[in-house]
């Protein structure tokens, strides 16, 4: 039996929306009970016959245990580009930044969608990864819009949802069909709201600042028409959505009024698009080049605000590497996407630090909410959950330095940035997988 108890921790606990001071005990891997802070250890562990010796004692040092992140949309290069990401790699960065549980996107090279490609991608995570790995499939074949993917095969091999990724599906028959189909089955569909007509050849948002860069730009509309279409179709056929990524303040009524109606329907948004607007491009900077591209200010501020009430769901990293040949072009010719399955916590920790939320609210959308929509039982810190901790200190400050990064591929946009927040110790399982030296 392996028993671990976590002392002198600040316990962040999302479900039940506080932070104390107390004790946590793990017992062969799943959380066993929260103690208060006051508590004396060698009487209890007397009554109940275990010898103190055979426990583990971790220290927090007042520092935060939260529930480890669970992080929606993250993309590994294998098959196709493992040169820009591994398994291996990315399980490193993710124990290093917190994330015990990696949600894979489908968008290789080729797609994941067929049960012989999941399977191959779910035994390459599983033998190379110190972190949960968690694959998504494609929604259509190719991730080319005309014909379903065998989505019963497809979980029954072990897919948790199903999602075309920023291919959206331009035919409405076809996505009304596969969003029925999913319905009969209870697999949830992820979507890029977008426009595509309007979206195609666009890297940044339109306004001035774009106009002034002579750069080629998609209106915040793409978005909101993205979605409405989206909720006509779910309306029609009742199926389980999450839109990936709602970075717009047009957008956010359309989301309101659907989840009034009683709609099936989530929404996320990455860490960048609450962290950057789209003045951080500045003078053509690549690794700023995210899609959708970052928008002005206002939308960021309303999109936290969005989160803060709960209309916004989660937060994911959208973690996308892409190699150096591939960042160091012009502006309009360079890759879309950004690395961030390390900077992830650091990052939300500054909507902590400048008052827009508090802890548990944080990690109800970086871990609880996206455990729950997956329907795991992680994420939160309650007797039975898995151990998947992470433990973290909010306060500390550092400078970025994007060659100290773990994944292969390093297009960070905060490389030397200043950022408050340092992962600690990551535990999965309640087996250690990362300690910071």
Known sequence: ?????????????????RESYGNLLATDGRITEIFPEHTEFEQMFRTRNISLEAVEIIDCENRCLAPGIVDIGVKVCEPGDRHKESYRSAGLAAAAGGVTTLVTRPDTSPAIDTPESLEFVTRRANAAGPVNVLPMAALTKGRQGREMTEIGFLMDAGAVAFTDCDHVITNTKVFSRALTYARSLGALIIAHPQDPGL???????????????????VSPMAERMGLD???????????????????????????ARAKRNGLD?????????????????ADYRTFFKVKPPLRAEEDRIAVIEALRDGLIDIISSMHTPQDEESKRLPYEEAASGAVALETLLPAALRLVHAGHLDLPT?????????????????GRLSPGAPADLVL??????????????????????????????????????????????
């Open 392 to 437: 973290f200190d909010p306060d500390v400050p550092f400078v970025l330095d994007r060659a100290m990064l773990h994944s292969k591929s390093r297009n960070t946009p905060f490389d030397g940035a200043r950022m408050q927040g340092r992962v600690l110790a990551t535990f999965v399982a309640g087996t250690p997988v990362y300690r910071r030296a």
């Open 229 to 255: 279409r989206d909720i006509a179709l779910l309306e029609m056929t009742g199926a389980r959505y999450h839109a990936d990524q709602i970075t717009t303040a047009r957008a956010l009524p359309a989301l």
């Open 1 to 17: 039996m392996s028993v671990q108890l976590f002392t002198n921790a600040r316990l962040i606990d999302p479900e039940a929306g």
């Open 199 to 217: 979206s195609d050849g666009a890297c940044v948002t339109s306004g001035k600042f774009a106009s002034l860069r002579g750069l080629p730009a």
């Open 265 to 281: 329907i989530t929404a996320g948004v990455s860490i960048h698009h609450l962290t950057l607007n789209e003045l951080d491009v």
């Open 362 to 378: 944080l990690f109800g959308a970086l871990a609880l909410n996206p455990a729950r929509r997956l329907g795991l039982d992680c």
